[in-house]
Structure formats: C-alpha cells, structure tokens
T-cell receptor, first 114, second 115 residues
C-alpha cells in the first residue's frame, strides 16, 4: 500500500516553460514533505521542503504547494532548464514512532528539452 | 570530501554469499539511515541510527539483513545468504538530527547485483 504516490512516471517540458510535478499521499499523519532530485548514478539531493502548517514554500525557481484537504502537493519549476532533467522524488515524514524516516514516492523523470 | 561516502560503488556476488556495504556519514551528523531502491521503485527505508540509541530496525525486510554503527560514525549493512531479490541500489543518508522534515544527505549508493 503506497502512502506516497507519484502517478506520472515521466514528464517532458520545453526549456523556459513551467514544470509541474505532482504527488499524492494517503497518511494524514504526515507533517513534512520534501522533494529530492536524483541524477543517474548519484544519490538523491534535497531540493525543497514544506511543513504541513504551510501551503506554499518558495526557493528561487522552485515552489512547493501543499493542499492538505486533497492530500496533494506539487513542485513547480519555473523557468525550467535542461539541467533540471532528473528524477524527482516526493517524500513525507510523520511525527511518531518512525519520526524522521522518509516515505518516498516512485519518482517522476523530468526531461527539459532545449 | 564533505559528503556521505559509500563503498563499494558496485558489488556483484553469487546467490547465497554474504555481503557488507559501508557508509561513512558526514562528520558530526548523529542520524544515519539506510534505504534501498529496487528497479522502478522508490526508496525503501531499512534502518536508522541516532547517536547511542537502539537502532530503528522496522524497515529491515528479513533477518538476513543487519547493520551496525561503530563509534557513532561509520556504518556497515550486512546481508547474509543473499537472494536475487536483494539486487538493488543501497543508499545511505545522514542528517544532523532526526526529526520531521530534517533533510537527509545521501551518498551515491552501492549497486548490488546478485547472480
């Protein structure tokens, strides 16, 4: 039973346009959400996070939106650049017995075309 | 380097053999995690260490898997009597403390292939 779902395995966008990566979750106990970026043969790199008490967090070209009622979050990248091409993982963590352990989605492969 | 270091980067072994994977976390990080990523899947939590506390082993898939962390620094993940389904990329991460939303810093992983 997947608690964090990224339903789009891949996404292709044109350079300069907006990339929108989506993530859904089922566990209402999740209180932090993180996005990681992964290049081939490298470990994931932390990108941006959001607390469940917020609905938006912005860092440069990256913005994460959280809709708690819909249990949905999205990562917006604007403008997209070819160097953004990577696999993006959504992850969530919850207060409780496994505090701090991250539950990951399966990832979305983003391709930004020049 | 300043990042999380894992070795070996690749390991190929025969079914039934034991393997040891090593992780050297970022200096000063008290929390250390092991995850694995099977083909086409997300990262799956395996085990967590925090300082001198008992490890959280809730993600270990079977008793063939074990891990230790000596001196609060380097960690070794051991898989005994390997099976083909153990083939995956094993990733280690560390963070300065454990808590919700604390970013974890990952190594580049060990790609394990069981023949």
């Amino acid at each position: 039973d997947q608690q964090v779902k990224q339903n789009s395995p891949s996404l292709s966008v044109q350079e300069g346009r907006i990339s929108i990566l989506n993530c859904d979750y089922t566990n209402s106990m999740f209180d932090y959400f993180l996005w990681y970026k992964k290049y081939p043969a490298e470990g994931p790199t932390f990108l941006i996070s959001i607390s469940s008490i917020k609905d938006k967090n912005e860092d440069g070209r990256f913005t994460v939106f959280l809709n708690k009622s819909a249990k949905h979050l999205s990562l917006h990248i604007v403008p997209s650049q070819p160097g953004d091409s990577a696999v993006y993982f959504c992850a969530a963590s919850a207060v409780g017995g496994s505090q701090g352990n991250l539950i990951f989605g399966k990832g979305t492969k983003l391709s930004v075309k020049p | 380097g300043a990042g999380v270091s894992q070795s070996p980067s690749n390991k190929v072994t025969e079914k039934g053999k034991d393997v040891e994977l090593r992780c050297d976390p970022i200096s000063g990080h008290t929390a250390l995690y092991w995850y694995r990523q099977s083909l086409g899947q997300g990262l799956e939590f395996l085990i967590y260490f925090q300082g001198n506390s008992a490890p959280d082993k809730s993600g270990l898939p079977s008793d063939r898997f074990s891990a230790e962390r000596t001196g609060g620094s380097v960690s070794t993940l051991t898989i005994q009597r390997t099976q083909q389904e153990d083939s995956a990329v094993y990733l280690c991460a560390s963070s300065s403390f454990r808590g919700p939303g604390q970013p974890q810093h990952f190594g580049d992983g060990t790609r394990l292939s069981i023949l």
